[in-house]
């Protein structure tokens, strides 16, 4: 019998922003991930690369280091079951100068980014680094800590916090803020604050309007696509080593531990609201639609603090993140950054999310300056391109910051690019259609590819000329052929090999460290297949589930209904939640499900009620349909087995589907 499962679509919840997952665990096989050397081209990309970087004479590392404490002598951070989430000397390998295998610029980044422990900001303010892909920010008040963004998983924020009490004396929480929506900012609540003290409403949650909505269903309608997509920018299967994962440009890695969420007690929806918190005043920004879909920042006036949560981070940020998600505003979020170069006005210390802080007032300025005229130079100069008739893969081609962008490290491709970013412009604008007749309505990859080959004499026609142009360092174009051939040929492996070694060249020259894991990723799965099967543990997610609203994943069922299966059908079945006081009724008919309250009036074929609790452990598929009727928590009004052909209907999403190859 068909289960009612949408584990892949909850396990997507992971995924809703900067998040990611765990490194899978390999077999013998794996363990050598294959990835070829640099090639003598790609050697000297990066010493050229080398030679180019601008010069701070040496303040990003006196800034990253600026403030430090200590940080952890164990480096293990491990589950109640003793599963490690995250390993303080992961990236241990990451000392002196770039090896050819990366870009000279992202290991600087990435290099930064590993300095970990515990950093005085300033005056009562620390902050929590390199424990997750997050900072978690603690400031002190009159009673206790004031926690801003508890990290991903409640067992690095747990650690955080409690390193944290061990050098700054065993203080309460008597407040936490997120930020924002995406899932490293808000997930390990739990390992800060003791849930009746919650209850009792003795511990304010602070979040922006619209938290709860976007933090549990950001990505649950397209979240199978996007957890798939997620496992490429994100390197989740690659070795943390000089060939493989170095860090996402934003941090290292989203730990992968427990997640859970607690809902606000106090929204922030509009800017120039206040809020006193354990004796301080907090002079709030709302940015939504920013780098989050509900997100604010934050000024402390009493310790001459901002708090720019991401708005503004010490890399270029994605208005279009490769995972796939909705395209981001340029306009929007530069006009946030310009309104908080004016909030921000009397503050010593600019704090963010990610990465160190931003100290003294003419360097914040200069800082915030660049951060937004770099948003608004992409769009401006995006839209100019599209008005004179570039296309998307023109204007990425062409455009590039001018000098005065380009004299520091704080707004470089090491997350978000230049690049990509001009499309998401583009496609803001004016969509996927470039307006050439050619790409309305193209053949299909397999298709195209296959005649591609024919044309070019066959296999041994276009692996000769890959070789040429590897040979050649000219990558790129390698890459376009044998794409074509391993679409046509799934089989040839010695296209596969050759494929593969020629996205590692092109991930050992990437700036970006999404970049770098997708070619990475591809490359790795060319060699080893794609993953079998889920690598998330989905009882880490049941927290996040129960707060998820149920009629969200009564959506996600409309996008799994079979049409085949559905045709002809005309079936109503109503739902009631008795716990909850929910009760929603679906209908199939002309193979489109509608889901919507349940009124005394309707007259379902089929009711089926059931406790939110036993909803849940069906959608983590511990339980099929059949189980659940011989369940208390489950009876039926009507035929069941016109409710299990009503749900037979629907399909389960094959989350670890094929992507380099058909």
Same mark, same amino acid.
């Given at each position: ?21 765990? *490194? ?9 991930? =294959? ?42 951070? &491990?589950?109640?079951? #003793? ?46 680094? #390199? ?5 978690? !920010? ?106 493989? %994962? ?23 929806? %509009? ?13 709030? /920004? ?21 708090? =720019? ?24 979020? !530069? ?19 990610? %990465? ?13 300056? &660049?951060?937004?005229? &770099? ?5 401006? /100069? ?37 690049? %990509? ?91 970006? #460290? ?14 080893? #297949? ?17 707060? &998820? ?37 679906? *209908? ?66 094959? =989350? ?7």
């Amino acid at each position: 019998m068909n289960k009612i499962s949408l584990t892949t679509v909850a396990a997507a919840i992971l995924l809703s922003g900067c998040s990611g997952s765990d *490194t899978a665990q390999k077999t013998s096989a794996e363990s050598d991930a =294959g990835f070829t050397a640099p090639s003598a081209y790609t050697a000297d990309i990066n010493r050229d690369i080398a030679a180019e970087l601008p010069d701070d004479g040496g303040a990003d590392l006196a800034a990253a280091q600026r403030g430090f404490i200590a940080t952890r002598s164990d480096p293990l951070i &491990t589950t109640a079951a #003793g599963d490690v989430v995250w390993d303080l000397d992961e990236y241990a390998f990451m000392e002196g100068p770039a090896p050819d295998s990366v870009n000279p610029s992202l290991w600087r980044q990435a290099t930064l980014n590993n300095i970990h422990g515990l950093f005085k900001v300033t005056e009562r303010i620390y902050q929590i680094r #390199g424990f997750d892909l997050a900072n978690m !920010t603690l400031i002190k008040g009159d009673q206790g800590f004031i926690v801003v963004d508890p990290l991903t998983s409640e067992e690095t924020a747990a650690a955080g916090l409690e390193f944290a009490r061990q050098h700054l004396g065993d203080l309460p929480v008597t407040a936490v803020l997120f930020t924002h929506s995406h899932i490293d900012h808000f997930a390990g609540v739990w390992g800060v604050i003791d849930e009746d003290d919650y209850q009792a409403g003795r511990i304010p949650v602070v979040a922006p309007e619209g938290f709860m909505e976007e933090a549990t269903s950001e990505n649950i309608i397209a979240g199978v696509a996007m957890s798939r997509r997620a496992s490429f920018m994100y390197g989740r299967r690659l070795p943390r080593e000089a060939r493989g %994962h170095v860090g996402s440009g934003l941090g290292k890695s989203p730990a992968y531990g427990t997640v859970g969420i607690a809902e606000p007690t106090e929204i922030i929806d %509009h800017t120039g609201q206040t809020l006193t918190l354990d004796g301080l005043e907090f002079v709030f /920004q709302a940015a939504p639609g920013s780098e989050a879909p509900a997100e604010f920042t934050f000024a402390i006036p009493e310790l001459k603090a901002y708090c =720019g949560a991401e708005v503004a981070t010490r890399n270029l940020h994605n208005l279009y993140t490769l995972r796939g998600a909705k395209v981001r505003d340029a306009l929007a979020w !530069t006009g946030y950054i310009d309104e908080m170069i004016e909030l921000s006005e009397g503050s010593d210390v600019y704090f963010a999310s990610h %990465h160190w802080p931003v100290w003294d007032r003419p360097t914040i300025v200069a800082y915030l300056e &660049t951060q937004r005229d &770099t948003y608004k130079y992409i769009h401006d /100069q995006t839209v100019r391109m599209f008005n004179g008739g570039m296309t998307p893969r023109e204007i990425a081609e062409e455009l590039a910051l001018p000098e005065g962008l380009t004299a520091a490290y704080a707004n470089r491709d090491y997350y978000g690019t230049v690049a %990509h970013n001009s499309k998401a412009v583009y496609q803001a604008y004016l969509g996927w259609y470039d307006a050439n007749p050619a790409n309305l309505n193209p053949l299909p990859p397999v298709e195209s590819s296959a005649r591609y080959v024919a044309l070019a004499g066959g296999a041994e026609g276009v692996i000769a000329e890959a070789e040429k142009s590897i040979e050649a360092g000219d990558y790129r174009w390698a890459a376009e052929l044998l794409n074509h051939l391993v679409f046509a040929e799934p089989d040839n492996q010695q296209a596969m090999q050759l494929l593969a070694s020629t996205y590692d060249q092109l991930a050992y020259v990437a700036e970006s #460290g999404p970049w770098r894991d997708v070619y990475l990723s591809a490359a790795y799965e060319l060699r080893f #297949g794609a993953p079998q099967e889920s690598q998330i543990k989905l009882s880490l997610l049941v927290n996040m589930l129960e707060q &998820t609203p149920v009629e969200k994943f009564f959506q996600t069922m409309s996008v799994r209904l079979d049409p085949d299966k559905a045709a002809g059908v005309d079936r109503r079945v109503g739902i009631v939640f008795e716990d909850l006081d929910e009760a929603y009724l679906l *209908t199939v008919r002309n193979s489109v499900m509608h889901h919507r309250g349940l009124d005394a009036a309707d007259e379902p074929d089929v009711v089926l009620k059931v406790s939110h609790g036993m909803f849940i452990r069906m959608l983590m598929g511990e339980v099929g349909l059949m189980e659940t009727l011989r369940s208390d928590e489950l009876s039926v009004e009507g035929n069941a087995l016109t409710l299990a052909s009503f749900f037979g209907m629907f399909e389960q999403p094959q =989350g670890e589907f094929n992507i380099v190859t058909p």
